[in-house]
């Protein structure tokens, strides 16, 4: 009985070691699709303002 106890806390040990771990990798992920998302609002507004002046200029 002790031994499945020990086995179940090891098990366990590691199942929380990868739940951070995954944990870490989610963050990380979010952080770059922040960072995409922002550099793309960014480019479509250069874009916006780079065409904005020729579509002024059609009559």
Known sequence: MEHRII???T???????A???L???LI???????AVEKEC???ADLLAE???P???DRP
Not at 28 to 34: G, P, R, S, W
């Open 50 to 52: 780079t065409i904005a």
């Open 19 to 21: 739940i951070e771990e």
């Open 41 to 43: 609002a960014r480019l």
């Open 23 to 25: 944990n870490t990798a």
């Open 54 to 56: 020729r579509d002024a």
């Open 7 to 9: 086995e179940l806390e």
């Open 28 to 34: 990380n992920q979010q952080a770059q699709l922040d």
């Open 11 to 17: 098990r366990l040990t590691f199942q929380e070691i």
